[in-house]
């Protein structure tokens, strides 16, 4: 059974970069579509962006375009979120979840829908002013 392990959070400034990875443990993330969530304190959790199986094309939300970007390495069997540009906003726990099969990624699909899948842990990042 597929499972996932969030790294790579920690402590950063304003206007930071870092990158998380999202591994799985005894399984391929080939065949999986996957997605990046948040949740900060007190709120719900959001997609951050998502990316498909198969020929790799990705989406995000608005509130990251332009600064956030998911990605296969498929060399270390990861999917990872780079981040740059950080804010005090990007606050929060980061989740990775995986999803088996094809979905079509496109500028029109909301990364929200793929709450299903299975959900690794979680990694913490702290963004200060």
């Given at each position: 059974?597929?499972?996932?392990?969030?790294?790579?959070?920690?402590?950063?400034?304003?206007?930071?970069?870092?990158?998380?990875?999202?591994?799985?443990?005894?399984?391929?993330?080939?065949?999986?579509?996957?997605?990046?969530?948040?949740?900060?304190?007190?709120?719900?959790?959001?997609?951050?962006?998502?990316?498909?199986?198969?020929?790799?094309?990705?989406?995000?939300?608005?509130?990251?375009?332009?600064?956030?970007?998911?990605?296969?390495?498929?060399?270390?069997?990861?999917?990872?979120?780079?981040?740059?540009?950080?804010?005090?906003?990007?606050?929060?726990?980061?989740?990775?979840?995986?999803?088996?099969?094809?979905?079509?990624?496109?500028?029109?699909?909301?990364?929200?829908?793929?709450?299903?899948?299975?959900?690794?842990?979680?990694t913490q990042i702290t963004v200060s002013?």
């Open positions: 059974q597929l499972q996932l392990v969030e790294s790579g959070g920690g402590f950063v400034h304003r206007g930071d970069s870092l990158t998380l990875s999202c591994a799985a443990t005894e399984s391929s993330l080939d065949s999986y579509a996957l997605a990046w969530f948040r949740q900060a304190p007190g709120k719900e959790r959001e997609a951050v962006g998502c990316i498909s199986s198969g020929v790799p094309s990705t989406n995000y939300a608005d509130f990251v375009k332009g600064r956030f970007t998911v990605s296969r390495n498929r060399a270390k069997n990861t999917v990872d979120l780079e981040m740059n540009s950080l804010e005090p906003e990007d606050t929060g726990v980061y989740y990775c979840t995986a999803i088996k099969g094809t979905i079509w990624i496109n500028p029109s699909f909301d990364c929200n829908g793929m709450r299903s899948g299975v959900w690794g842990q979680g002013s």
